[in-house]
């Protein structure tokens, strides 16, 4: 089973974290099909998860890791970065559908017309262009622990890592070891 270090930040960030320094952890169908159980109720349903949806996610990603360094940089993200994100999009463009449930009421959810693929696709790369333009993007921090990559938006200014149990514990034994070192 995949374990998944980092989840619950913005699903733009999720996505990001999904390429950690022990690799890529959505590269096959079991991957993504678990990290996307573990996003459940952040994305519609996906159903069978296979080489296209894959594919899909990992495009949507490579594209969102340059255009959130720029952004977060306060610079223009690469063009053909934006055009992928353009593209994923409207591959499957959302509209809304109303629907009554006894138990909820009336609920506007989005529809898509297209290949699951797609439609997972242009919900992440939705996710994406949302963040891009989020004012938050600009306070996002790498994980501060040596072997870490991933990505996080601090609800404290002094959060320096990930996940502190994990990068956390990892820098303060290495600093209490440099300490009581032996001469």
Known sequence: MTVFPLTGEPLALDLLNTLTAEGDLVAGPE???AWLAEQAGRLAPAGDVGAAEVAA??????????????????ERPPGEALRVLN???????????????AEGGLTAAAHREAAPARRL????AEAVAEFLTDPRVTSVRGCEAQDCVLLFLPLHPRR????????????????????????
């Open 160 to 183: 320096r890592w990930c996940v502190a149990s994990a990068c956390g514990n990892r820098a303060r034994v290495a600093r209490y070891y440099a300490r009581h070192k032996l001469p």
């Open 57 to 74: 996610v990992r495009a949507v990603r490579e594209a969102a890791r340059p255009a959130l360094a720029a952004v977060r940089c306060g």
């Open 87 to 101: 593209e994923a999009m409207a591959a499957a463009p959302a509209h809304r559908e109303l629907a009554w449930s």
């Open 31 to 33: 991957g993504l099909a």
């Open 121 to 124: 696709a242009a919900e992440l």
